[in-house]
C-alpha cells in the first residue's frame, strides 16, 4: 500500500478518546452492577474503575500509532503486524498487570507476569490490537476512496476544460480565414472599406483573446462582439446587408457561451444573406421561455442546403453539449416562408 499523509484531524482525535472513554464508562457500570454483588467486588470499588479508565485510555493513547502502521503497511505485511501486535499487547498486558498488583493492590497474590504471558493472557489486548488495527485500515481505505473520487472529478473537469478549448483554438483560425478572404476580394474595390475591416478585426481579435479563458459571458456582452463583427460584415456587403434585432431586454443578463453567436450569424451570413436576391437580411431573436433562453438566428436565403452546415455548427453543437450535457441543443430548419432558422436553447441562468 502506498504511504499517504492521512493524519488524524483534531475531531478524530477527540471521537477515539470519546470512544475509548465511553468503553471505559460502560465496563464500570457492569462491574458495579455484577449481579453476584457485594461479596464478589471489594469494600472500595475505585481500583476497578480506576483501572478500567487506565485500560481504555492506554488503547486511545496507541489507536493513532496503530492507525498509522494500517497506513503505513497493507495486509501483505500481515506477519510484521501480528509480530508488532503482539508486542503491544504483551508490554499493555505487562503495564496493566503491574498497576492492578502493584499500583491498586487489586490482587493479593504476588505478580508474575512472564509466567501469565506464556499462558497467553495477553489474548484479549491482542483481540484490541487487531480490532483498532481493522478500523485503521477501514478509515484507510475509505480516505483513498475519497481521493480517487476527487482526483476523477478533477480529471474530468481537466478534460473537459481541454476539450473546450481545443474547439475555441478551433473557431478562432476559421473565423480569421474567412474575415481575411473577405479583406482580399475587396483591396481593389474599397481601399477605404479595406482599412476599416482591418480595425474592427484587429478589435475583435483583441476582445477574443482576452476573453477566450471564459467559458461564458453575459448576453449582452456576446452581443456587443457581435458588433464588430458585424460591422466587419457590413463592409463587405457594400450596403447590401441588414442586420436585425428583437432582444428582450432581461435576457441581456443571461449567460451563455463566450462567441457561440458570431459563427451561427457567420452560417447565415455564407450561405443565407450572401445569396438572397437583393439585400440580404439577418434578424436576430432572444427570448426567456420558463428556464430557457431561445435565441434565433434568420436569414433570407435559399434555405437548408447539403452543405449548410459547416466548422461554426459543429463547434457550437459539440460546446454546448460540453457545457450543458441534454440541457441545450441547437437546431438549423428551413423556414416556411424561405431562408434558415438557426435556434440556441441553453439553460437561463445569471451571475446574480
Known sequence: MESVNHSLKR???AIIFAFWTLLA??????????????????????????????????????????????????????????????????????????????????HHRPYRGLSEITRMRFVP??????????????????????????????????????????????????????????????????????RRMIARLSELLRTTTDSRATDEVPLRQELQLLDRYIEIMEIR??????????????????????????????NALEHGASRAVGEGVVHITARREGDQLRIQVRDNGPGVGVNREGVGLGNTRARLEQLYGDAASVTLITAPDGGAIAEIVVPFHTNV
Open 11 to 13: 475531531r478524530e482525535l
Open 25 to 106: 464508562v460502560l465496563s464500570s457500570a457492569n462491574w458495579l452492577l455484577d449481579p453476584r454483588g457485594p461479596s464478589f467486588r471489594p469494600v472500595d470499588p475505585s481500583g476497578p474503575v480506576i483501572m478500567a479508565f487506565v485500560e481504555s485510555w492506554t488503547w486511545a493513547a496507541l489507536t493513532p500509532l496503530i492507525f498509522r502502521l494500517s497506513s503505513r503497511f497493507s495486509l501483505k505485511s500481515a506477519p510484521l503486524l501480528i509480530v508488532v501486535g503482539i508486542i503491544i499487547s504483551v508490554a499493555v498486558f505487562l503495564l496493566l498487570g503491574f498497576a492492578r498488583h502493584e499500583v491498586f493492590e487489586l
Open 125 to 194: 489486548q491482542l483481540l484490541f490490537y487487531f480490532a483498532v488495527l481493522a478500523a485503521g485500515f477501514a478509515r484507510e481505505y475509505f480516505l483513498r476512496d475519497q481521493e480517487r473520487q476527487v482526483h476523477a472529478t478533477q480529471l474530468q473537469a481537466q478534460l473537459a476544460e481541454a476539450r473546450l478549448n481545443a474547439l475555441r483554438m478551433q473557431l478562432n483560425p476559421h473565423f480569421l480565414f474567412n474575415t481575411l478572404n473577405a479583406i482580399s476580394a475587396l483591396v481593389d474595390r474599397d481601399a477605404a472599406g479595406v
Open 237 to 266: 456587403f457594400q450596403g447590401r446587408l441588414r442586420v436585425e434585432r428583437d432582444v428582450e431586454s432581461s435576457t441581456l443578463g443571461a449567460l451563455v457561451p463566450n462567441l457561440i453567436l458570431q459563427p451561427i450569424v457567420e
